[in-house]
């Protein structure tokens, strides 16, 4: 019985962090694709994720009877509309830092998102953000700042020296500083990106189907990379392996499993607290670096993790 009552009083948070897991594995299967020999760019991942979850979008609402499955419903179809254009910077701001930063390091730039999600739905929406959840964010974000440790806090970090060597396996990150400081800058946009979508799905609430939204952020984000890749004359990489549909799959299928369990989540809960659940994708994507790149965390890391999961946990509870 108390189980069930803190699952039913915690659902969105559930349905976030499930959603972080099946994100935390898109990553994994970008950062592979970014590394292989002939890498795919950003524009094409971007583009193959979103018309694949467009596709599923469709044909689940066509199959459920949804009513409105391509305009979605009179009143918000404006919203519709700005969540998918500001959704496609979000998502675009992932994949490129992941070509130059480690799963760890773009994985926690991304959690700026929560305080400021918490911060634009106290101030568009007028939902309660108390000292406390600001507080929560504040430490989470500390926990974030000793997994990422970034160099001009920390120095230069001792195991880049060694991810480069011949038998390391795919180097967890690379490019020059100013490379990787450009990759920083272009995912800060993705952060706002990121906030303007979740507070975005807040605002929508339940007035629209969770794959109206995803339908419209997919449709968007297929739009603007198409143009996008045109007008830089980006080529297309054609997959020549196996292992490379199996990646480009999962990034298809595990990203349109990942988005519905997140606008489900979000349209359940407030957007501070459920930003906040967000955070525990670190421990993902953490224990994925270890498992796909042999990437082990440090003493910092773990301290890190425990800061953030204990900030979690105490909002939750």
């Not at 730039?109 to 911060?119: D, E, M, R, Y």
Request: glycine share 8%; with cysteine; charged share 10%.
């Amino acid at each position: 019985e108390a189980l069930r009552d803190f699952v039913d009083n915690n659902a969105g948070l559930l349905l976030v962090a499930l959603a972080q897991f099946f994100l935390a594995l898109v990553n994994v299967a970008v950062k592979e694709l970014n590394v292989i020999d002939n890498p795919v760019p950003t524009l094409e991942l971007v583009w193959v994720r979103m018309f694949i979850t467009y596709l599923c979008s469709i044909a689940f609402m066509l199959w459920q009877s949804v009513p409105d499955p391509f305009l979605g419903p009179k009143g918000v179809r404006l919203l519709l509309v700005f969540r998918g254009f500001v959704g496609f910077f979000g998502l675009f701001g992932v994949y490129f830092s992941l070509q130059y930063l480690s799963l760890s390091d773009a994985t926690v730039l991304t959690f700026l998102s929560p305080i400021f999600t918490g911060i634009a739905g106290s101030l568009f929406l007028k939902e309660p953000f108390s000292r406390k959840e600001l507080l929560a964010g504040l430490c989470s974000f500390a926990g974030v700042v000793l997994i990422a440790r970034p160099e001009f806090l920390f120095g230069h970090p001792a195991h880049a020296v060694a991810s480069h060597g011949v038998d390391a396996g795919p180097p967890s990150e690379k490019g020059t500083p100013t490379q990787r400081l450009v990759a920083v800058g272009v995912s800060l946009i993705g952060v706002l990106g990121a906030t303007g979508a979740y507070t975005t799905i807040r605002a929508i609430g339940k007035r629209a189907h969770p794959l109206h939204s995803l339908a419209f952020f997919s449709s968007q984000s297929v739009v603007v990379a198409t143009i996008g890749m045109l007008v830089t004359h980006q080529p297309v990489v054609i997959p020549t392996r196996w292992d490379w549909l199996a990646m480009l799959a999962v990034i298809g299928i595990f990203g349109f499993i990942a988005q519905v369990l997140l606008t489900m989540g979000l349209q359940r809960e407030a957007a501070g607290r459920a930003a906040l659940a967000i955070y525990i994708g670190i421990i993902y994507a953490l224990a994925l670096e270890k498992i796909f790149f042999d990437v082990s965390p440090s003493a910092l890391s773990i301290a890190g993790m425990a800061i953030i999961l204990s900030a979690a946990l105490y909002i939750a509870v």
